[in-house]
């Protein structure tokens, strides 16, 4: 429990470090389990690991996390982790679009892993061994 101390130069960062980190972090577990899917070769829905309905949300909310850590580290007011480039912001932007566009059942359109993995092994922590049998 933190302690309020009644400081009012509490740096309007905390609120944008929350947000953030709920963005990045549950984009890249909606980008692993959309990936496992893929690899899975699965059709059924039932298998993919988050809603199909809260997918383009989820990665709407990664992208803006990325545009977030991308100013928060040019303005000093974050620290740490991959640097992030116009192009990173680009790929999530592209894989968001394709996914809105997308209808669950249909096929998914070739790009999406690509990108996902793209994004995963930049910024997921450890990268995963892909099974290319």
């Known amino acids: 429990m933190t302690q309020d101390n009644g400081d009012e130069d509490t740096p309007p960062t905390t609120a944008r470090l929350m947000r953030w980190g709920e963005g990045f972090f549950e984009g890249i577990a ?12 699965s059709p059924s829905m039932a298998d993919l690991a988050v809603d199909p309905s809260a997918l383009s949300s989820r990665l709407e909310a990664f992208e803006s996390a990325l545009s977030e850590l991308k100013e928060g ?3 000093e007011e974050m620290e740490g982790g991959s640097l992030v480039g116009d192009d990173d912001i680009a790929r999530a932007h592209r894989l968001t679009t394709l996914l809105k566009t997308w ?12 990108l996902a993995e793209q994004l995963i092994a930049k910024f997921g922590g450890e990268p995963e061994q892909a099974n290319t049998a």
Not at 30 to 41: A, D, F, H, K
Not at 103 to 114: F, H, I, K, Q, Y
């Open 30 to 41: 909606c980008l692993e389990g959309l990936l496992s899917w893929i690899r899975s070769g």
């Open 73 to 75: 580290i040019a303005n």
């Open 103 to 114: 209808t669950p059942g249909s096929d998914l359109p070739s790009e999406v892993a690509t």
